[in-house]
């Protein structure tokens, strides 16, 4: 198993080459899906210390697209290894997507990744989704989960549109809803009528599974 504390510095150095390294050596060693998901949690610490310089006004937008180049990479080398174990039967289905206003999907689609691997069939409908394109998309296809995505503070209020739609719509008690990404809480979670809150995809995928069982 690799150094995850110097993985995560690295990323949040924005050393691309360093990080590139690291994975390669951890994906020669067949690691199991549970040392994958201690790596993507250290690429996710990594773009905090990201977050936290573009903060601080250390580095620039321009930075938070390299850092987002680099963690997608690491992503797509990743992902083969997040389901070792073997896959499993089709569990439910789970509409999923960036809400209303935000672009950012690095974390959506690592949550997208671990619940294929755990056996959901996932309609990602993408990013910036206005609350009728969820409220369709779970309608059409008879979703138990749907599942927002959002690292902006003023994603939490497209949440809530989104899930004041469901309720409009006569979906709110058929459907389950899990909300995420950097900007959500448990506060949050309970002001806008959510079910579920992480910001740990992993741990979403098992409540997922309690869901659907
Ligand atoms: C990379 C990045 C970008 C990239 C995004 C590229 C992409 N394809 O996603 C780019 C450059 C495009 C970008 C743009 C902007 N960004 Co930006 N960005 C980031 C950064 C550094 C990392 C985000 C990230 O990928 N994190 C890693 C992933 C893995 O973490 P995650 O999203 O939380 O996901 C995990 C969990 O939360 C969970 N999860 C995710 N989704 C879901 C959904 C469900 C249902 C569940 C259960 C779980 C779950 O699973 C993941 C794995 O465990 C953050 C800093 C930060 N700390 O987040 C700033 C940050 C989010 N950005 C910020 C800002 C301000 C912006 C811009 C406004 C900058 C600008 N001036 O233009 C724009 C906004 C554009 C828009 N309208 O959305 C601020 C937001 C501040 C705020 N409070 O609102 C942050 C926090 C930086 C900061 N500290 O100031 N950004």
């Known amino acids: 198993m690799i150094d995850t504390a110097v993985l995560k510095q690295k990323l ?40 936290e310089n573009f903060e601080a006004g250390t580095y620039f937008v321009g930075d938070l697209m390299y850092a987002a180049q680099i963690l997608t990479a690491a992503l797509e080398q990743l992902k083969p290894l997040m389901s070792a174990g073997g896959g499993q039967a089709a569990k439910g289905t789970v509409v999923l997507g960036t809400v209303a206003g935000d672009i950012h999907d690095i974390g959506k689609n690592i949550f997208k990744a671990l619940l294929e691997a755990a056996g959901f069939s996932v309609i990602d409908i993408g990013i910036d989704q206005a609350p009728s394109a969820f409220v369709e998309t779970a309608k059409t296809n008879g979703a138990e989960i749907v599942a927002l995505s959002g690292v902006l503070t003023l994603s939490i209020a497209s949440m809530k549109e989104t899930i004041e739609a469901l309720a409009a719509a006569g979906l709110r008690d058929k459907v389950k809803v899990m909300i995420g990404g950097n900007a959500v809480s448990a506060e949050t979670c309970e002001f806008i009528g959510a079910d579920y809150w992480s910001k740990n995809a992993a741990a979403a995928v098992k409540q997922g599974l309690t869901y659907v069982s």
Do not use: N, R, W
Not at 13 to 41: I, N, R
């Open 12 to 51: 949040g150095d924005l050393d691309e080459d360093g990080v590139q390294a690291l994975l390669d050596e951890f994906a020669a060693g067949t690691p199991s899906a549970e040392e994958t998901q201690q790596v993507v949690e250290a690429c996710q610490q990594g773009m905090e210390i990201v977050g």
